[in-house]
């Protein structure tokens, strides 16, 4: 990685930041394609955010990522949103045009879909879809799942209330499954994703038979921590395919890193060993 006077510029912003994976795939990107350009993390508290992130374009950043708690309330700042972004009024990825205007974009969708895409052979349409969780990564998931033709998308939620709320919000083909019917709702299914947080390190797994689960089916786990969830590691037992979480993290970085730096980069294996090593430590 180079750094000099003429350097591109880009961070990532949330509170707190120090979590954030993001500047390890940056910089990983930096180094691999030897761009002269910096990544760094932007802390901003809540109550100066709308403030301090006008500030932005000032400091001659090219732009900058926002992850929790900012990616709703960024929505109120930008000057322009991509699609993607206005149906989800959330924005995770922000490039800063030659009049210093904000533009706004969602691709957490985006990633979720080319991670899948990864294995090779899926497609949206070979089937009715599952998503567990009516969070705002299900909200990002469950839009990408229509858009790419997903001919029946089965949500489930604990609360009952808030996956019908999404499914209106968000139109398509989106049906609501009682929690108590989640296991029934894996019939003839192509394709099983846990949006939620259950399964993580010091959160129980999900509790879900998977009988009723096509072998065909593949099986996805936002989840990268730990990488081969207890869900995953079922699924893989059985004879399904898997992937898990970490490609979405690194694929939903792409679009903001080749606005910012002018390369398209390359998700491998490389990658996936650097960023895993920090994240495990």
């Known amino acids: 990685m180079i750094v000099s006077g003429k350097a591109r510029i880009a961070g990532v912003t949330g509170w707190p930041v120090s979590h954030s994976l993001s ?4 910089g990983f990107w ?10 760094i ?13 006008r500030i932005i374009p000032k400091l001659g950043f090219a732009g900058f990522n926002v992850t929790v708690p900012h990616k709703e309330t960024i929505f109120d700042v930008v000057n322009e949103v991509d699609p993607a972004a206005a149906r989800l009024r959330a924005v995770n990825t922000v490039v800063i045009d030659e009049s210093g205007r904000l533009i706004g974009s969602n691709t957490d969708g985006y990633g979720f879909v080319q991670n899948l895409r990864s294995v090779g ?5 070979q089937g009715p879809v599952v998503v567990i969780g009516a969070g705002g990564a299900s909200r990002a998931i469950c839009a990408a799942l229509a858009d790419e033709g997903a001919p029946e998308i089965r949500l489930v939620n604990r609360t009952f209330e808030r996956a019908e709320k999404l499914a209106e919000e968000i139109g398509g083909p989106i049906l609501t499954w009682a929690w108590e019917d989640r296991d029934k709702a894996l019939n003839e299914a192509a394709l099983l994703a846990n949006t939620t947080t259950l399964g993580m390190d010091g959160r129980p797994p999900l509790a879900l038979s998977l009988d009723a689960l ?26 399904n395919r898997v992937v898990d979480g970490l490609g979405m993290l690194l694929h939903q970085a792409r679009p903001g890193f080749a606005a910012w730096f002018g390369v398209e980069p390359e998700v491998d294996d490389d990658l996936r060993t650097f960023v895993l090593n920090q994240s495990g430590s």
């Open 23 to 26: 500047p390890r795939v940056h």
């Open 121 to 125: 052979s899926w497609q949206a349409d």
């Open 214 to 239: 096509p072998e065909t089916a593949l099986v996805t786990d936002i989840v990268y921590a730990p990488l081969e969830t207890e869900l995953l590691a079922r699924a893989r037992r059985r004879g």
């Open 30 to 39: 930096l180094e691999r394609y030897k761009i002269d350009g910096a990544y």
């Open 41 to 53: 993390p932007l802390p901003i508290a809540p109550d100066d955010f709308q403030d301090t992130v």
